[in-house]
């Protein structure tokens, strides 16, 4: 049995190893690189923009040029969010330089646990495994110029495509597997970065504390997801309230003596 990826602490475990994360790298991004100290919850100080915002997992290169971070997402994962935090870790390189070069590549994964809840601006529902973002410019015929290494990755589980190559396949049922089924999961343990993690996160590798912790994450968010529910059951009920108002032309207070006494 393995460890749920949909928990904070069992995430952190697999992936601030510098084995997992090396690899994750390599089959995700296709780099080759070596890692000074991997950070968990990342704050940068003076803050930058206006948000002060965190990230789960930050690592540089030892050579300083690259700049990866793994961002786990729960509840309101939206791309909005995800942006502002990759232009951010750009931005952030303008506080130690003289000039406007941008020395470090940046590169950011986003792990999403959940089938997505945002559309197109058309309206079509977004349903990809992986996407991929960059920010280089581009000819009025389509031609990409190559002047910055800046990725941008999603990878979702719950939207499987055929065309995913293995290596990134690999990595994606790791987290649906460990989610929908950690007692019998089928993963390719071929793939040594795989093998490492699950190895990390099965149940009997778990200390005694860490499974406390997972167990108290675990309840926060079952708390939180009803605390949300109850705010939209509370935002229809007054929706309700407002359009009896607006057929009846009573108040709300009227409305609301009317159904206490209903009860």
Sequence with gaps: ???????????????????????????????????????????????????????DIFAETVDRRIVIEIQRVEY??????????????IAEQ??????????????????LTAPYTISE????PIKDEVLLININPQTLDGKLRDLYGHQFVCLNPNHPNKSTPQRIRDWLDLIYQSIHS??????NLENQGIKKAVELISFENL????????????????????????????IAQNCINELIAKITKLSITEIQK??????
């Design 207 to 234: 200390t005694p504390e860490e499974r406390a912790q997972a167990k108290n994450k675990e309840a926060s968010k079952i708390t939180i997801a009803k605390f949300r529910q109850l705010e939209k059951y509370e």
């Design 1 to 55: 049995m393995i460890g749920n990826l949909d928990n904070e602490i069992i995430f952190k475990k697999a992936f601030t190893n510098k084995i997992v994360f090396t690899a994750f790298v390599k089959d995700i991004l296709g780099l080759d690189i070596e890692i000074g100290n991997i950070e968990t919850e990342k704050k940068f100080e003076p803050k930058i923009g206006y948000v002060d915002f965190e990230l």
């Design 94 to 111: 303008q506080k130690k330089s003289k000039e406007y070069n941008i020395e470090q590549t940046v590169y950011l994964i986003v792990v």
């Design 182 to 187: 950690p007692e019998r999961p089928k993963l």
């Design 258 to 263: 009317l159904r206490k006494k209903e009860l």
């Design 76 to 89: 309101d994962h939206h791309f909005d969010r995800f942006l502002y935090y990759f232009l951010m870790l």
């Design 121 to 124: 601006k058309n309206g079509k």
